[in-house]
């Protein structure tokens, strides 16, 4: 049982590259979400899932798209990477459709340059 | 609405001594509450949370917080700390039915142990 599993770990982008982060639950659970940890900011939610095909913004969703074609996976898309997304990403999933307990990916850190 | 906020960015406390993580919260519903850890270069993992039974909750290794309504308090205690809780822990609030979208973390407190 693997959990929540994110790729790559590290990653370098050029202004205006796009690219794909990737994120897999093995645990069946109809929630996941996207979020951001930037230094003294906590974690800002970006988008999240309640189950396949469904999906919706959270706080920061600006220059990133999501889908959810299976309830296993969730990626998240960078469309033209900027320096102000350069962070720490990461996926989680839940269980319940009330917010209960969230399990983390290890998180992708994305460096734009 | 809500918020939370963690009133120490950074703590320090000295191997074998007791740990207090504060968090305080304002919530116009009734609360759910969680502390979560996060060790370096790791995700963050549940520690405890409250929802509506007890108001004093035992988490993992050690840890429990208290919570008080009259108060609007949600801190993290240990009574003697570990070199293995030096960690970033972070608090976070929720209305109890509600969803992704109205979680709310706090700014975390970087704990550091000294031998």
């Known amino acids: 049982n693997a959990g929540v599993t994110q790729t790559p770990k590290f990653q370098v982008l050029k202004t205006g590259q796009s690219m794909t982060l990737q994120c897999a639950q093995d645990?069946?659970?109809?929630?996941m979400s996207w979020y951001r940890q930037d230094p003294g900011m906590g974690l800002r939610l970006i988008h999240y899932?309640?189950?396949?095909?469904?999906?919706d913004q959270g706080e920061v969703p600006n220059g990133y798209n999501v889908s959810r074609s299976t309830t296993e996976d969730f990626p998240l898309r960078l469309l033209s990477a900027a320096p102000s997304q350069t962070s720490v990403y990461f996926c989680?999933?839940?269980?319940?459709?009330?917010?209960?307990?969230?399990?983390f990916g290890q998180g992708t850190r994305l460096t734009v340059v | 609405a809500q918020s939370v906020t963690q009133l120490d960015s950074h703590v320090s406390v000295s191997e074998g001594t007791p740990v207090l993580l504060r968090c305080n919260y304002s919530?116009?519903?009734?609360?759910?509450l969680f502390w979560y850890v996060q060790h370096p270069n790791k995700g963050l993992q549940l520690l405890l949370k409250?929802?509506?039974?007890?108001?004093l909750v035992k988490g993992i290794n050690g840890f429990e917080a208290e919570f008080k309504k009259s108060e609007t308090s949600f801190h993290l205690t240990k009574p003697s700390a570990h070199m293995s809780d030096a960690a970033e822990y972070f608090c976070?609030?929720?209305?109890?039915?509600?969803?992704?979208?109205?979680?709310?973390f706090g700014t975390g407190t970087k704990l550091q142990v000294i031998p």
């Open positions: 645990m069946n659970h109809e929630y």
């Open positions: 976070v609030v929720s209305p109890r039915d509600g969803g992704y979208q109205k979680v709310t």
């Open positions: 919530s116009s519903y009734s609360p759910s």
């Open positions: 409250y929802t509506s039974a007890a108001t």
């Open positions: 899932s309640v189950g396949a095909g469904i999906t």
């Open positions: 989680a999933s839940s269980y319940s459709v009330g917010y209960t307990e969230a399990f």
